[in-house]
């Protein structure tokens, strides 16, 4: 399918329109809420619990944003909702109350985190969620087989392939040499067939999304616009930015 046109009509809120400072964390009710208020998209993160629930939550473990320390995936959906984000009032939604509180207001990008495991419960799951849902989504992923496999679990729903130049997070530890060098250069577009691509806005130009915008007719949203240095570069070499730390 083509990507739709509401895909880039706003600026993306990274992780919701959040702010630390104000008691607004990030993946939040609260970051959502204002997201919307101001007019933008949002986009977020799921990770999964033990028990097979998707969490609006980007890390793997819980250490950086609430009182645990424990995997993400160690914990059960009850257990997850019930912790603190950040010492506030917000706790870690579960992706259906994300859902039901956004209702279809604006769109709403979500990242399926990967482990590069080949574990398909968290698509899956995600697919059986947003099944029910009426308002603009699309799904992204890091992981090829994620986006590839969403074609058959959510039928008639964007995806997007995120990528970068180089793969030094220690997320890609798992990867060999010659799996990170086809992440880096798209070489699973057989493979993952994604409507549009999200690339790192600190390796804007380059080739690979300037052929996948131009001749692939992709869409290029990139991330993380945080500067007026990096805007610029969005403006010049993308459709459109998900961004964090100002309001376009």
């Avoid at 939040?28 to 986009?43: F, L, P, Q, R, S």
């Avoid at 099944?131 to 964007?158: H, M, N, T």
């Avoid at 869409?219 to 969005?234: E, G, N, S």
Wanted: glycine letters at 6%.
């Amino acid at each position: 399918m083509s990507a739709p046109g509401w895909l880039t009509a706003q600026p993306i809120a990274h992780r919701g329109l959040h702010d630390r400072a104000a008691g607004i964390p990030e993946n939040t009710i609260a970051a959502a809420e204002a997201a919307i208020a101001a007019g933008y998209a949002i986009e977020c993160d799921v990770q999964p619990s033990v028990d097979g629930e998707a969490m609006v939550f980007h890390d793997e473990a819980l250490g950086r944003l609430t009182t645990s320390s424990e995997p993400t995936a160690s914990r059960n959906a009850a257990d997850l909702s019930a912790l603190a984000v950040a010492g506030t009032q917000q706790h870690i939604p579960t992706l259906p109350a994300f859902l039901e509180v956004i209702a279809c207001r604006t769109p709403l990008i979500i990242e399926v985190k990967t482990q590069f495991d080949e574990d398909p419960r968290l698509a899956r799951r995600v697919a059986e969620v947003i099944a029910g849902y009426a308002g603009p989504v699309a799904l992204k992923s890091f992981d090829p087989r994620i986006v590839g496999s969403l074609a058959e679990l959510a039928k008639g729903v964007p995806r997007g392939i995120v990528a970068e130049r180089s793969q030094e997070d220690p997320s890609y530890a798992r990867l060999t040499r010659t799996q990170r060098f086809g992440l880096a250069n798209l070489l699973h577009l057989h493979q993952s067939r994604p409507d549009f691509v999200s690339w790192r806005v600190d390796d804007l130009p380059g080739g690979v999304p300037y052929l996948c915008r131009q001749l692939g007719r992709m869409p290029v949203m990139t991330w993380t616009v945080r500067t007026d240095d990096q805007r610029k570069i969005a403006a010049a070499h993308a459709d459109q930015m998900v961004f964090e730390g100002f309001r376009p």
